[in-house]
Every structure is written in structure tokens, then in C-alpha cells.
């Protein structure tokens, strides 16, 4: 039984569902990493691999060849912008998406960025493409600034996605989170998400919170995470009982052995 | 702008009460229409079905003007100032859409068709930019955000394109305005529209927005109502007219 719940999104509703997050959250040994760390070497990989929570959602099917798009650009860019405003708070959030833009610009000019990264692909945008980014970004940041609008307790907004490498199973394992709450005792993570929950919306969430464990030096998981639909008005919510993490855990496994299957099939 | 944004003294305070009532309201209606047994996929409720009497069958090039207008409006929306806004809509428009079917259908356009297309775009986009004057940065404007939202158990999904919003549901007073932007002209069914418009976003946020528009960039004429309880009632009748019309055509 997992601790999976809907609600209707408003300001209040999202501050109560953060005010009311367990006390309590479990915490990961070393004993749960070796357990997860076996279960991944017996998948093989023929190349390094990443799973997150999206390959969990998908059973598997990994999509073609990742390219930056405008859409594909606006979480990052306008998760700082979103860091930009609330340290400035009378910063316009559209300026303040200009102001990411423009260092993003700055650093690939003065040769600081990688191939392929997302300052090397702005740089080689049209001006016009490059007012799609800001405006496919403003609309991120606007949301996620009017998510934490209503919250009581302190927040931030996450200054990089959770990463988990298992030992020796050449595997990473990705966490997104958008927002982080503290909690009396524990955290919660909030992640915004486009379009509309489906059907495996819940499982991807525990994916995020298990990851979100891992990643954490001392094994301690968040009280909560919550996804939030702002398109659909829907957010969701999971807590990290043990129970959730451990399902979390075997579908991260699942897409790994999913995934393996599809790459054998493709090469058949 | 100054239409949709108001005297920021004479708004009101927002409504954040009338949403459970609504959706009460479709939730009950859709059920006497489709009753209880849950169908293989959601009936879905669009915007266009709402415009149905001034929505003539429109040709390949039409709806490529209306997507390029659209994106037009998203850079006009950014303060982006151009001296060519076809090629830099088709190249938004190609950056967000490299394999659809329409992009397609674009490249299959022969010389006549294209010379056309951008001329209508021009003269669309040279409307617009009048029209629309300067948008502050301070107005958190957002552009094409894609709403939906399920009625009745998943049964019906109101599916909703809001070309340009401003204002937020975080002030004490309502500041939330829709604005709808057409390469067609204004009729009955555009005031249909404006109402969904509404009902879809405070179904969303469970707060009704100030107000609610629509723009032609074929005549530079603007409607523009300001979203109260019976304008969101008559957002319900129709809605439900159009899911007892697909019930019956189904």
C-alpha cells in the first residue's frame, strides 16, 4: 500500500499539503545502497546509463537523442531566474530570465562552455529562437514563483537535480526536484511538471523521492514529495514511508531491466 | 493592453469560491448526459467546438497563418522587435516543431502559396503589433499555455489554449486577464469562447480571473468581458450543450 494522494491545486491547498508532511521520514544504510548496488549489476549495460524518473513513467522506452528546444530549455533557465527573483525580489521575473539568458550567452562567448551544453546551443540560436527561450521560461518561472507564493515555512529553489551513481553497475540515477521546503524535522520537494498527471504519475514521483535519498550523504529521504500539475490544476503527492521507498527502488530496477529488453529487441 | 488591464484600484477582490460550484455543476451535468459507465477515452471538449458558427473548414494555409500569428504574438510578448516577423515566426514555430504534419504540409507549399502565406502573416502580425502596444515586464505575462481538465471521473476533458495571460492568482484582487488572439473575424461563437476561456482557467485555479478577451488581427476589433458568476454559468450551459451534441453524435 503506497501513500499516494490527488488533490485540486490552489496556493492553500499546496501550503497544507506541505504544513501536513509526516514528522518522520526514513532514512537509507548502507545495507539498503549494497542491496540496490546487486540488484543493478545483474542488469547488464552495454554503455553507461541513466535512469530517472521519466524512464520509470515510460516502462522503459528511452527517447531518441536528446536536443535542446526551447521547451527542453525552459526548466533550467528558469529555475534560476526563479533563484534571481527571490533574491531580488523587486526584479521583474521576465527581467530576471533575460538577465540567465544573457550569462548564459556571456559564458559560451568566453569559451567557459561544453559542447553541447545548453550555453553552447543558445549561443548558435536565432535572436527570435532566443525570445522563444525567454518566453518558454518566463511562464516556468512565473509558476513556480506563484507555487511558493503561500508556503509558510522557509523554501529554496533546488540548485541541481539529485544524483545517484550505484557502485560499481554503471548506473546513474537522476532525481528531479524544483523546490525544497524545510520542515521542522525533514524536507519536502516539490516538482512542477507540464501537461497532466498519468497513470504512472505516481510511481515517477516515488522514483524522484528514492533518488532524492540516495543522493543525500546520510541516506535521509525528504517527509514528502509533491508533484504539481499547474496545467491540469492537480498535484500529487507521496510520502517516504520505507514502503514507498523500496517501490521506488524496484521501479527504478524495473526500468533498467525494461530498458536492457528494448535495446536487446531494437538490436535483434 | 490597457483595456485588459484595467484601473488596478476598481478591481475586484478575487473570487476563489465559485470554483467548487462549477465544477459541481458540470460534474452532475455530464453525468445525466453521459451517465455512469466510464467511456475508453474522455470525450473531449475544445475550444474550437465552441466556435463552431464563425469557424468556416479552413484551408492548409490558414491554419499555418493562425499558428504563425500565434508565435508572433510570443515574441511581440518578450518586447522581441523584428523587421521580418514571418521568418522569425516560422523559425520559432520550426524550433518547437521540426516534424508535425503541418511542418510538413509548410514545406510542401509551392512559390504562390508561400508568397501568400507571408504576406497574410505581415499584414496579421503589422495589426497585432498596433493594436497590442507596449507589455510592462512587470506584468507576469505568460503565452501559450496549454490548460486541461477532467470532468466527471475523467469522463469529459475540457482541453483549453490560452494564447497570452497576465496578471496572477497570488494578489488579494483579481488581476488574471485571457487573451485569445484570431486570424478570423469575430463572431457569435468568439463570445462562446471567451466564456470557456474563463470557466477552464478558474476550473484550474480555483480563482476566476478579472477579465477575458479576444483579438482579430484580420479586422483590429477587440471583445473583451469582464468574468462574473453569470457569465461563468453560461460557460457551463454551453459546455454541456456541446457534450450533449458529441453524446448524440457518438
Known amino acids: 500500500m503506497t501513500t499516494l494522494v ?14 501536513e508532511a509526516p514528522t518522520h521520514a526514513p532514512t537509507l544504510t548502507d545495507a539498503h545502497r549494497k542491496n540496490l548496488s546487486a540488484r543493478f549489476r545483474a542488469v547488464p549495460a552495454a554503455a553507461h546509463r541513466t535512469i530517472d524518473a521519466w524512464t520509470v513513467e515510460r516502462g522503459g522506452h528511452t527517447s531518441s537523442d536528446f536536443r535542446w528546444t526551447p521547451s527542453a530549455a525552459r526548466r533550467t533557465i528558469g529555475n534560476a531566474a526563479a533563484r534571481r527573483v527571490l533574491a531580488a525580489p523587486t526584479r521583474a521575473t521576465h527581467d530576471a530570465v533575460r538577465d540567465e539568458i544573457d550569462e548564459l550567452l556571456a559564458r559560451a562567448a568566453t569559451g567557459y562552455a561544453r559542447p553541447g551544453s545548453l550555453a553552447s546551443w543558445l549561443a548558435e540560436c536565432a535572436p527570435a529562437v532566443l525570445s522563444l527561450v525567454l518566453s518558454d521560461a518566463t511562464n ?49 520537494l516539490l516538482r512542477v511538471r507540464a501537461g497532466a498527471p498519468g497513470k504512472s504519475a505516481g510511481p515517477g514521483l516515488r522514483a524522484d523521492l528514492t533518488v532524492d535519498a540516495l543522493a543525500d550523504v546520510e541516506g535521509h529521504a525528504a517527509a514528502r ?44 | 493592453m490597457d483595456v485588459l488591464r484595467g484601473e488596478p484600484r476598481r478591481r475586484p477582490p478575487a473570487n476563489t469560491t465559485v470554483a467548487a460550484g462549477l465544477r459541481a455543476q458540470l ?19 475544445r475550444t474550437a467546438q ?25 515574441l511581440l510578448s518578450v518586447g522581441h522587435h523584428s523587421d521580418d516577423p514571418f521568418s522569425d515566426a516560422v523559425a520559432t514555430w ?58 466527471a471521473g475523467g469522463q469529459v476533458l475540457l482541453s483549453d489554449v490560452v494564447d497570452l495571460m497576465m496578471g496572477t492568482t497570488t494578489t488579494p484582487h483579481a488581476s488574471v486577464a485571457l487573451f485569445d488572439l484570431t486570424t478570423s473575424p469575430l463572431g457569435e461563437g468568439a463570445e462562446r469562447a471567451l ?49 450533449a451534441r458529441e453524446v448524440v453524435t457518438s
Open chain 2, 195 to 243: 466564456r470557456f476561456h474563463a470557466l477552464v482557467q478558474t476550473l484550474r485555479t480555483s480563482t476566476a480571473p478579472l477579465r477575458t478577451a479576444m483579438f482579430s488581427s484580420a479586422t483590429g476589433e477587440l471583445w473583451s468581458l469582464d468574468v462574473n458568476d453569470e457569465l461563468l454559468q453560461r460557460a457551463v450551459r454551453d459546455v454541456l450543450d456541446v457534450v
Open chain 1, 225 to 268: 514529495i509533491v508533484g504539481l500539475w499547474p496545467d491540469a490544476g492537480v498535484l500529487l503527492c507521496v510520502d517516504a514511508t520505507m514502503e514507498d521507498l523500496r517501490a521506488g527502488a524496484r521501479d527504478l530496477v524495473r526500468a533498467a531491466v525494461a530498458t536492457r529488453r528494448h535495446q536487446l529487441r531494437r538490436a535483434a
Open chain 2, 50 to 74: 465552441l466556435r463552431r458558427s464563425d469557424a468556416p473548414v479552413s484551408s492548409v494555409r490558414a491554419t499555418l497563418c493562425g499558428v504563425l500569428v500565434v508565435h508572433a504574438l510570443r
Open chain 1, 6 to 19: 490527488h488533490r485540486r491545486y490552489s496556493s492553500h491547498v499546496l501550503a497544507r499539503v506541505i504544513d
Open chain 2, 94 to 151: 520550426r524550433a518547437t516543431q521540426s516534424n508535425s504534419a503541418l511542418a510538413q504540409q509548410f514545406d510542401a507549399l509551392d512559390e504562390d502559396e508561400l508568397a501568400r502565406l507571408t504576406t497574410q502573416v505581415r499584414a496579421h502580425c503589422a495589426t497585432l503589433r498596433r493594436s497590442l502596444g507596449p507589455i510592462a515586464s512587470t506584468w507576469h505575462v505568460r503565452t501559450s499555455l496549454f490548460v486541461s481538465q477532467r470532468l
Open chain 1, 140 to 188: 516556468w518561472t512565473t509558476q513556480l514563483l506563484e507555487a511558493s507564493h503561500g508556503l509558510s515555512g522557509p523554501f529554496e529553489i533546488a540548485r541541481a537535480d539529485a544524483y545517484y551513481d550505484v557502485a560499481r553497475a554503471r548506473t546513474t540515477l537522476r532525481g528531479r526536484r524544483d523546490l525544497i521546503v524545510a520542515t521542522e524535522s525533514s524536507r519536502v
Open chain 2, 27 to 45: 460534474d452532475d451535468g455530464v453525468y445525466d448526459l453521459v451517465g455512469a459507465d466510464l467511456r475508453e477515452t474522455p470525450l473531449v471538449v
